[in-house]
């Protein structure tokens, strides 16, 4: 990574925030923030890289906006600004006085305004992570499975939406600080599935878009280091993404029992084992908290298995009751199934497997044709695998379904 | 006794993006012609009266039995049976109106900003 990638990186929400606060213009700011990178691209290589990268390029920014704002028809009715009240700022800055300075206050007013909960949920996931992060738009494109033009429409309708439905560029008061840090939490999980499930297309999973997320919950908890649902959700992140060298091998998924552990990030592991016995998540949690921390203590189960058969399914089961009380779903009830059957046999399983419908998965279908291909109900099996297959999207995974299904 | 008049749909009217000029500057016309009718008659006052922004520009809340909000992007469809009330207020921003909104009893609420056609 050279040296403009790197500060484009590492300081682009900071930049982005610094000229929403100074101009209001969320319409100009990007643009503006694009083609400084563009003319430093240019100059950086003949000139030098200036002392102080991320100055010059705040500098080069302004100047990009002041020239539109003069530019623009004074005549013409002007266009809506940001809602950022003088007064609430100060208010906001007082909340943060313990947490850092007002720049650091100035990233979190944006990325709770990127994850405003008035926000379609995908669009504010798209959006953090254009705007905080900087991530260019045909990558937000590929992560969401959608066409660069539909995602360049959804970013901009996206901000014409801020504006126009007055969501503030602000830190709201101490006491709904948390329930907005859960949305932002919310917001960045859903990026980070976006690259691992379930895709329609050859592409199984885009690792490295998915990674994008994790670093956005890494901003959040550069200024809100204890907040127990980003906590969580980080160690959550991290246990399931590092596996994704051994997910798929010669563009074929490979399941869990089958990876080859050695090729997980175990660094990652032993993270996310650290970030799990914080005391900041002893006390009682949301409900959101609470889930996060639970899927990552199953998570972490299969992680610290030296191999598959040591894997300590009673415990997983146990996970999953406690999941079941605090977040009930289907998807949580299927991996408690599949558990179980592990633990206690294939017939308990099938037992657990009764009643679990999810709309438009295959995966219901998909583990109780596994276990009645183990319990040797061939027939009832291949019924099974053919349902599963009907139903799956997934080019990898209809592939991954037919082999069995034909190894029957 | 009062009454809430919701101007919904274009009815026979052109969509206000399609009229030309003076097509517009008539339709503010008989605006103006309304409020100086209205100003004019005993017993009728004008309490409020507000364009509002393009209806994508709206926000639904909804409280839930445990005191849960849930917003939404959009314009609440079931508007015009449902309505049960209203408010004109001015405020800083959304989260200021959702702040404020959260002592009513947990009716749904459809947050709509205005447009100032003042020039």
Known sequence: MDQLEEVVREEWGRLVALLLSQFRRLDLVEDALGDAVEAASRTWPVDGTPGNPAAWLMTAARRRVLDRLR???????????????????EEGARTMADAGSLVEDDVLRLVLMCAHPALVPEAASALSLRLVLGVP??????LFLVPEPTMAARLTRAKKRIVGAGIPFAVPDASALPERLDVVAQTSYLAFTAGYSPGTGPDLLRAAASGEAIRLVRVVLGLRPDEPSLVALLALMLLQHSRRDARVRDGRLVLLTDQDRTRWHHDEVAEAIRLLARPCLAGPLSPLAASYVLQARIAAEHATATAAEDTRWDRIVRWYDLLLQVAPSPSARLARAVAVAEDSGTAAGLTALEGIEIADSHRPAAVRAELLARAGDVDAARAAYDQAVAACRNDVEREFLVGKRDAL | MK??????????????????EAEQTAAMAKFGAFDAACRARD?????????????????????????????TDGPYTEVIEGMGGFYLLEAPDLDVV??????????????????????
């Open chain 1, 137 to 142: 738009t045909p990558d937000i494109a590929r």
């Open chain 2, 43 to 71: 017993g009728i006052e004008l309490l409020a009266g507000e364009a509002l922004s393009d209806s994508r520009d709206a926000t639904v809340m909804r409280t839930s039995v445990d005191g849960r909000v849930a917003l």
């Open chain 1, 71 to 89: 530019s623009e028809d004074v005549a013409r009715r002007k266009e809506p600004l940001l809602r950022i009240d003088a007064e609430r700022h």
């Open chain 2, 98 to 119: 959702v702040d404020l909104l959260r002592v009513l009893p947990a009716y749904d609420i459809q947050i709509h900003p205005t447009i100032d056609v003042s020039g």
């Open chain 2, 3 to 20: 009454y809430l008049v919701l101007l919904i749909g274009d009815g026979a009217e052109k969509p206000w993006p399609e009229q030309t």
